[in-house]
């Protein structure tokens, strides 16, 4: 049996399904609400005067409202929230005004929701979904918008305290699956539900429904599981609802990605994505086995001066900060370490810019490689020091210029590259660690003799929003080869950091799907270059939820662990780079056409793209060929053959040399379906790395009787059918046998069914 495909799934680890509660007690100086009237005026103010809890309140206090007139509360920014509960304390001065919300849901639906009645004692209101307006279901988050107050006389006022919703939040409880087993998603429900709620979870391939299950869930049963057959490589969609009120409520769509096995690398480490445990960013070991899984090689993380040596001449490895240097470690990933920046200790911090400042820094760098030199070969030395990070207020006026920062690093480099090399001859010290492509910076360190310490050079050459092409990227690269030529020594150049991001309102920022395609794009592009040694994506998960921030957008995951389409394309990339011995170009944009040949362990694989529009292209590959899409999608297509081509890259080549390459005597097998529908025949199917002699199947029983015992009858069959459809309902242990033409041992896979 020829190698189809070994799979490897993973779902989101604890994925938050929800929006952020919303807690607001009307606490502090800032007054983040403003008040209007259709009649009359009204005035807003924090005040202690009347507090159901903390120390102040919100009051409003209006005077000449008409009849029929009401007052609009607004806060500065909508607040969203999961939708169920949400609270708001109040008590009217007299008594009698009538408040209601205005909310809107994540596909801009509006709804109008009365609270209630506000009287002269407190009282504690809460959203009751049976008497929201407006027909139709819910799609979640919703997003409350304002309060409108509708005054029981002319003039009075109102205290408003502890506006409060506590997430309604289902979460994903599962990080990854071998390829034997099947895809099983648990959920977890934190709300205060203390009645019955219909739960559904529906899970989709495209527009094809893959399977749905349904339980209740109640205040006693929050936690649960629902399981599915396993499925085949590509993008599946995750949709949770719940019934309220006879109201549908929808959480939003979450992708789950079924990857293909990473093939083995057996060049240099080229494939690296830049986290951010430095900062205390990202969970462990979540964001390090998604990036594994990915098919990413290292990881460029930092360990801050100022974090590890709080006290003077004193060093803390602290296992909170540091560990995931093992971590990474611990997973075959292989870390890229930033020694950076100054340390508050030694004259106020800064770059090291003194005598004793360089004395302690060198000491610092002393510590750290000493610690981790059995784990750690690449080290840069401080980041983006072109552009000031890391500098005092005072140095960013005292070496304003790029000419007098480089004259200022020079000292710096020199003494880190000796340090480290005392300490670990072998180690990697990579220098420049550029903001951008600073050929000013780099002409003054490199006439100072710069290149002679350091092993390799690092920029940063980002160019968004434009795309890799248009940003010149390859041209940029003929501009520092050029400057180290003058500088006599040509080194090997890291690209660092790069990326594109996904935020709004500046109009720097990209969409996701174009985020997706420029990564693909970019990393062919710099892989066709012999000298680029290593290209690490900045940054893989999101930093933040502010959709306007640049900082907050870059990544490929999100803040709550749901995927972007890079992380996809990021998955597909990095598979057909792995391990690469050449990429070469066949067109470098002819006719808009990008044309690149990869050549691997793995077989010859193509890569294309188009920067004019959609083209016709005739195949590079002839006979049966695979193409592969960003998102994981597969189709086949017969030589002669012409291939669709935009500006999503696809991947092409020869069918039978397809990833991965496997060892001999994997086998994997999965269910149509489990549960099994009472009276439907169970199929059974495998898939095999290795010349696949013979399989059998066995069913048994939780007594150990067994039901049914049967044998694939050719070595290429991929499928049996078993009638179960009598057994009665229960659970029974499946189990196939295999045996391979290469080894003496049989390969045993078991799985549980469910009638």
């Known amino acids: 049996m020829k190698i189809i495909r070994n799979w490897l799934l993973f779902s989101l680890v604890f994925v938050t399904l929800a929006a952020a509660s919303i807690n607001e007690g009307f606490e502090g100086d800032t007054l983040a609400w403003s008040v209007s009237s259709t009649s009359g005026s009204a005035e807003l103010a924090l005040s202690g005067e009347e507090v159901f809890a903390g120390s102040q309140a919100l009051k409003i206090q209006y005077e000449n409202v008409a009849p029929g007139g009401y007052l609009r509360i607004v806060p500065a920014e909508p607040l969203a929230f999961a939708g169920f509960p949400l609270e708001l304390d109040l008590r009217a001065w007299g008594g009698g005004e009538q408040i209601q919300l205005l909310l809107a849901d994540a596909l801009g639906k509006e709804f109008t929701f009365p609270l209630g009645t506000a009287y002269s004692q407190w009282l504690r209101l809460q959203l009751n979904w049976q008497t929201v307006q407006g027909a139709g279901n819910v799609q979640l988050p919703l997003t409350l918008t304002e309060l409108r107050v509708f005054p029981a006389s002319s003039q009075g006022k ?175 990933l292989i870390p890229l370490i930033i020694l950076d920046y100054g340390n508050p200790l030694y004259e106020g911090g800064g770059a090291p810019d003194t005598p004793g400042k360089m004395e302690g820094w060198k000491r610092y760098v002393r510590n750290v490689v000493s610690q981790y030199k059995d784990r ?74 710069g290149l002679q310490y350091m092993d390799a050079l690092s920029i940063h050459p980002y160019c968004y929003p434009q795309s890799p092409e248009a940003g010149n990227l390859l041209g940029r690269l003929d501009q520092v080869r050029n400057l180290m030529d003058q500088g006599g020594k040509r080194l090997p150049i890291w690209v660092t950091e790069i990326g594109w991001p996904t935020h709004q309102g500046d109009g720097r920022g990209v969409d996701e799907e174009t985020q997706a395609a420029y990564l693909a794009r970019m990393y062919t592009l710099f892989a066709s270059q012999p000298d680029v040694a290593a290209v690490f994506w900045y940054d893989f998960q999101n930093d933040g939820t502010d959709p306007t921030y640049n900082e907050h957008n870059f990544g490929l995951i999100r803040q709550d662990f749901s995927l972007k389409p890079g992380y996809y394309s990021l998955s597909q990339i990095f598979r057909t780079l792995r391990g690469f011995t050449e990429v070469g170009a066949i067109k470098q944009g002819e006719g808009g056409l990008w044309h690149y040949r990869v050549a691997s362990p793995q077989g010859e694989k193509h890569i294309l793209w188009s920067t004019q529009g959609q083209q016709l292209v005739p195949s590079p590959v002839e006979g049966e060929i695979l193409i592969r899409e960003l998102d994981g999608s597969i189709y086949e297509l017969t ?89 009665a309902r229960g659970a029974y242990l499946v189990v196939v046998t295999g045996k391979f033409e290469t080894g003496e041992n049989l390969v045993e896979r078991k799985l549980l069914l469910i009638l």
């Open 639 to 727: 030589s002669p053959a012409s291939l669709q081509v935009t500006g999503s890259p696809i991947i092409v080549e020869a069918k039978g040399t397809e990833w991965p390459d496997a060892e001999q005597g994997q086998l994997s097998f999965w269910f149509s379906a489990n549960p099994l529908p009472k009276g439907e025949a169970l199929g059974i199917y495998l898939e095999a790395a290795g010349e696949l002699r013979t399989a059998s199947v066995e069913v048994y029983n939780l007594a150990g009787r067994r039901l049914f015992q049967g044998e694939f009858l050719e070595p290429t069959s991929q499928g049996l059918t078993i009638p179960l459809g009598d057994a």
């Open 158 to 332: 109102l205290y408003l305290d502890q506006l409060q919703s506590k997430a309604l939040v289902l979460k994903l409880a599962k990080t990854a699956y071998q390829a034997e087993e099947p895809l099983k998603l648990n959920w977890q429900l934190e709300s205060p539900v203390s009645f019955s709620l219909p739960l559904e979870v529906v899970l989709k391939r495209g527009e094809s429904l893959v399977g749905q299950r349904q339980t209740t869930i109640t205040a006693q049963n929050k936690t649960g599981s629902f399981d599915f057959s396993y499925q085949a490589p590509g993008q599946y969609e995750c949709e949770f609802t719940i019934q309220i009120a006879e109201k549908i409520i929808s959480f939003p769509l979450y992708k789950l990605a079924v990857l293909t096995q990473v093939p083995k690398s057996g060049g240099k480490p080229f494939l690296g994505v830049q986290t951010h445990y430095g900062l205390r960013r990202g969970r462990l070991p979540d964001n390090l086995d998604l990036a594994k899984l990915a098919g990413a090689e290292m990881i460029r993380d930092e360990i801050f001066w100022g974090t590890i040596e709080r006290t003077k001449g004193v060093f803390s490895f602290d296992e909170d900060y540091v560990g995931y240097v093992d971590e990474a470690v611990a997973r075959g």
């Open 376 to 449: 750690v070969k690449y080290w840069e030395v401080w980041n983006e020091f072109n552009i000031g990070m890391g500098f005092t207020e005072e140095q960013k006026q005292l070496y304003s210029t790029r000419s007098a920062k480089a004259e200022l690093y020079f000292p710096l480099l020199k003494e880190t590259y000796l340090t480290i090399k005392q300490i670990d001859p072998t180690a990697v010290v990579i220098g420049g660690v550029l903001a951008g492509v600073d050929l000013e910076f780099l002409q003054v360190l490199f006439a100072k003799g």
